[in-house]
């Protein structure tokens, strides 16, 4: 399949993988704690721990870096970011942040009100940790019925929560990162914005996957282009704030963007925050040559040959684990999960199946992942674990970074860890951390002997 559709790019400057040998593997397991998050990354061979900041740029990034404007006030770098944002999404304002998070927590501090609601779809970990900052209380109203759009909201449970809770705001986070990174349909988020309007409530868009996201909805004839889709997404909402890490294609930065400034005491105060926090208005925490990046990155992601490849890769790698009998969550946008769960039926999800997996993987191939399952879902304030929606290992995979030659060496990984699936180990915590534990936590052991290990 991936043949029928090569990338469109190829490559220029290459980055050396490391190789680390079997033994070198099995040492940097033990001395992180069985924590993958404390391996250095000199000690592995493919990583697919996060798409965030791990992109490849282009040529058109790379030479719009070197004429970045460093000027304190009035970049022509942070005009051109406006342009961009303006052509690209139809917002007029544009804040530049260092990074999502920092939009986040500057658009929630100024626009957000103590023990009102937000509704969401779903939001993100970061969103929110930001709203409850401010006092706020965090509802979600995902439908997971639809088998493409999988993001989607539940348009009645979100009417439910507009007439019983006191919501001041709806975030549509696009595509949702902890649906299996599933898109929002346009036809959903016209229903959510009739149904906003006729509460007063605003909308707000979590734009870091929105080309992705815009892909799945032109492709099942919503609009005209990715392009057009993306525009249209925007037009539903009053604002929204970008993660540039991920479709800004750049490794650092971020952004607030709003329709307009009519609020003006709210919009004074975000000025007086992101002044406060990030930086001047015209550089909010980013370099001139940063801006530059992130304005022609933001191009590149929405043009239909780039995300036709993006889309395949993912699907790709889906179908080769599947083939392996690797049961997988419906491909979505930026990486394959896996039901380890299902896999691994062995093992009970406070054995964090997931997490055993990830460090077989590991083992037999120097390929890190993330668990997205128990371990990540944590405990509620009463020390209870928090339910999650399965015991996934999510493969994320960097963009423009890695071909279909890696994907062949991570499906024979899963191949070799099949034939010894049955005696992967349950893990027990050695130290529990208290949050995002997933970060921080160690582990007793894992003793597998695999029957084979890889090497690049
Ligand atoms: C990554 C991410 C964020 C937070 O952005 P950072 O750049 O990591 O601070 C917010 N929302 C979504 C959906 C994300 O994926």
Known sequence: MIFDNPSPWKIKAIEPIPNPSPEERLKALSASGYNLFNV?????????????????MS?????????????????????????????????KVVIPTHQGRAAED?????????????????????????????????????????????????????????????????????TCNSAGGLPVSLKNLRAVKKIADSHSVKIWIDMARIAENSYFQYLNG????????????????????MSSKKDGLVNIGGFIALKDKKNKEKYERLVELEILKEGFI??????????????VGLGEALDERYLKHRINEIKFLH?????????????????????????????????????????????????????????????????KQISCPGEYLRLAIPRRTYTSDHFMYIKRAFEIISKNKDSLPKLKFQKEAKK?????????????????????
């Open 40 to 56: 250095s990354s000199s000690l592995v061979t493919i990583d697919l721990l996060t798409d965030s900041g791990t992109g490849a």
């Open 59 to 91: 040529q058109g990034q790379w030479s719009a870096i070197l004429s970045g404007d460093e000027s304190y006030a009035g970049s022509q770098s942070f005009y051109s970011l406006k342009k961009s944002v303006k052509d690209l999404f139809g917002y």
């Open 106 to 174: 500057i658009l929630f501090s100024a626009f957000g009100n103590k023990g009102k609601g937000v509704v969401s779809n779903h939001l993100f970990d970061t969103t929110t940790a930001h709203a409850l900052e401010v006092g706020m209380k965090v509802f979600s109203c995902l439908d997971k019925k639809d088998k493409v759009f999988g993001g989607n909201f539940d348009l009645a449970l979100l009417e439910k929560y507009l007439k019983e809770e006191e919501v001041e705001l709806i975030v549509a986070t696009v």
């Open 222 to 241: 919503e609009g005209k282009s990715p392009k057009a889709c993306a525009l249209e997404t925007c037009s539903l909402s009053d604002g929204g704030w």
């Open 282 to 295: 015209t550089y909010g925490g980013l370099a001139g040559r940063d801006m530059n990046a992130l304005s």
């Open 319 to 383: 179908t080769q684990l599947e083939e392996v009998g690797v049961p997988c969550v419906d491909p979505g946008g930026h990486a394959v999960y896996i039901d380890a769960g299902k896999w691994l039926p062995h093992l009970k999800s406070e054995d964090f199946p997931a997490q055993s997996l990830a460090l077989a993987l590991y083992l037999v191939g120097g390929i890190r992942t993330s668990e997205i399952g128990s371990l990540c879902a944590g405990r509620d304030n009463d020390g």
């Open 436 to 456: 995002l534990r997933h970060f921080q936590s160690i582990f007793e052991d894992f003793s597998w002997t695999p029957s084979k290990y890889l090497n690049l």
